[in-house]
């Protein structure tokens, strides 16, 4: 039987969308308020799922414990309170959208988790706008 279990986590970051071969009204019009040269905060929630069996010794699909700390070390110390454009190297030369940064928070998690599992990221920038990424 296969189960997915989740935890959900919290960072706090600032950004910019722009493109630099776009023009200001471009990159204003396209990434609007994301646009703020000044860059501006967004509260970030996420829920990071793995599926797959559950071990038939501990009852466990995945120790929380560990998907626990494993969120802690790699990415809400790596990213919370943090300019992602300026200060996270992923986001040097890529927008730091919410699917971007599904997309980074996914590969930071992969390789600490068991192959024989699936991995699920959902990162919500705001109460209402979230996106999903599990590794296609
Ligand atoms: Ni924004």
């Known amino acids: 039987m296969k189960v997915k279990v989740s935890r959900k986590a919290h960072f706090n970051a600032a950004h910019r ?25 967004h509260n970030y929630d996420l829920v990071v799922s793995v599926f797959g069996e559950i071990d038939q010794e501990t009852g466990f699909v995945m120790d929380m414990k560990v998907l626990k700390e494993l969120i802690k070390d790699k990415i809400e110390d790596v990213l919370d309170h943090k300019n992602l454009n300026l200060e996270v190297p992923e986001f040097k030369n890529l927008n730091p959208t919410a699917e971007n940064i599904a997309i980074v928070v996914y590969n930071k998690l ?27």
């Open 17 to 41: 969308l722009f493109r630099h071969d776009w023009d200001d009204s471009k990159n204003s019009a396209v990434f609007g308020k994301c646009n703020n040269p000044n860059y501006h905060g």
């Open 110 to 136: 992969r390789p600490h988790i068991d192959s024989s599992k699936d991995l699920e990221v959902v990162l919500y920038e705001t109460p209402r706008n979230f996106v999903t990424y599990s590794g296609e």
